[in-house]
Nanobody, 121 residues
Framework: QVQLVESGGGLVQPGGSLRLSCAASGRPFSNYGMGWFRQAPGKEREFVAGISWSGTLTTYADSVKGRFTIPRDNAKNTVSLQMNSLKPEDTAVYYC??????????????WGQGTQVTVSS
């Protein structure tokens, strides 16, 4: 069984930066794509970023492109979300997700518990 544990959320001012981390266990981490999603109050969960099994391919939602990056460390079984130039509209609960394939096109079949990110002055 895969376990995903997120950390790094918190309160940050607009324009600031925050780095989320996700520690994975339970399966060979380097065989699968990983991603980050978020859910704001009253809204549906939305895709934020994805990374392929090797880390060579990434994809981002238009709303975060150029501000967020999604590095992964297969030696440490971790995936991160580096968030820069944060805006109030980035406020949400952020979830780490495990893909059933090599990238982000297959089903997302494991999820972390979520970590709150609040962008406010």
């Amino acid at each position: 069984q895969v376990q995903l544990v997120e950390s790094g959320g918190g309160l940050v001012q607009p324009g600031g930066s925050l780095r989320l981390s996700c520690a994975a266990s339970g399966r060979p981490f380097s065989n699968y794509g990983m991603g980050w999603f978020r859910q704001a109050p009253g809204k549906e969960r939305e895709f934020v970023a994805g990374i392929s099994w090797s880390g060579t391919l990434t994809t981002y939602a238009d709303s975060v492109k150029g501000r967020f990056t999604i590095p992964r460390d297969n030696a440490k079984n971790t995936v991160s979300l580096q968030m820069n130039s944060l805006k109030p509209e980035d406020t949400a609960v952020y979830y780490c997700a495990w893909n059933s394939g090599l990238g982000w096109q297959s089903a997302w079949n494991y999820w972390g518990q979520g970590t709150q990110v609040t962008v406010s002055s």
